[in-house]
């Protein structure tokens, strides 16, 4: 059995990635010598938050094989496998992955199909029976170390996490690094110039900073949901983190919504400074049904509809 073993549990199982959006191609984008960084920093995090830990699993090697994103996973510890097995079967890893993914590619949405599997097991179809997808991952003792394209990307992250600490404001002599090769830009959300175009609706546009005349637009049309685009944006913006929004609420109770959702969005602005793009308000409402008020911050409605 499993628990009697002498040796320290390990097991390995294939994380299969589609996009179903036909201007995304996952396999395409880690072939990009630009977007592999980014690619490789959302899959990283949303596993690390599967388990709840930085070293919870590890990924061996990469395969691109289209339309398919395959990731190779080893888990050194059963408690993580169990947690990573809970997070996917709970559409958890789904989303948070998507998040990454959409924060990382300055794009609105990256709707994702999963699948799992343990050598010639489908785990997808037996996720309830927690047990049994453990013995088949267990059976599957990984045949290999990561591989030297997932140890040089580690490297890469580990580095510019260490540089980004260091240094928040990057002077123009600190940006040598993103000569090498290996990491041609930052991933969206480090301290440089986020990405300058992103796409919404199969069309695309410049990644522009929130202007005056969006925090106002956003202010009139958010309405109640407000709070739902705030908790959005707080993913990624330590000035919004609990209990601050819930704060803010109460705050301005007596002035009303519209003071609430600009007060709301004054912070993530005044927080994030050049990162408060549009791509990521754009990507938060769209999280929260709230099309038509994108369609409008981009300028997609007609006169008619904007009067």
């Known amino acids: 059995k499993m628990a009697g073993s002498p040796t320290p549990w390990i097991g390995s199982a294939y994380l299969f990635l589609q996009s179903t959006c036909k201007t995304i ?3 395409s984008l880690y072939e990009n010598s630009q977007k592999k960084p980014c690619v490789f920093k959302a899959l990283k995090m949303a596993l690390e938050d599967s388990t709840g830990s930085v070293n919870g699993v590890d990924m061996l090697k990469v395969h691109c094989s289209h339309p398919h994103l395959i990731v190779q996973l080893r888990f050194c510890k059963q408690e993580n496998c169990r947690r990573f097995l809970r997070s996917y079967r709970e559409g958890a890893l789904q989303k948070s992955l998507q998040s990454y993914l959409q924060l990382s590619l300055a794009t609105t949405t990256v709707p994702l199909e999963m699948e799992l599997k343990a050598g010639s097991e489908h785990l997808d179809k037996m996720l309830k029976d927690e047990d049994h997808c453990l013995e088949c991952i267990y059976r599957e003792k990984p045949d290999r170390l990561p591989d030297e394209e997932i140890t040089e990307l580690e490297e890469c992250l580990k580095s510019l996490m260490l540089h ?10 600190d940006c040598s690094y993103l000569k090498s090769p290996s990491l041609p830009y930052p991933p969206q959300g480090s301290s440089l110039l986020p990405q300058v175009t992103f796409i919404f609706q199969g069309q695309q546009f410049d990644n522009r900073t929130i202007t005056p005349d969006d925090h106002q637009k956003f202010a009139k049309s ?20 609990d209990p601050v929004i819930d704060n803010l609420a109460l705050e301005y109770d007596r002035e009303g919504l519209y003071e609430q959702a600009y007060q709301m969005l004054l912070r993530f602005i005044q927080s994030e400074g050049k990162k408060a793009t549009i791509a990521r308000l754009i990507a938060a409402l769209e999280e929260n049904g709230l099309v038509s008020l994108a369609e409008e911050l981009l300028g997609l409605h007609s006169n008619e509809d904007c009067s």
């Open 25 to 27: 191609a996952l396999p």
């Open 164 to 173: 980004q600490s260091i240094n928040n404001n990057v002077a123009g002599k």
């Open 222 to 241: 958010v309405s109640k949901k407000w709070k739902q685009v705030g908790r959005s944006l707080q993913k990624y913006c330590r000035a919004l983190r």
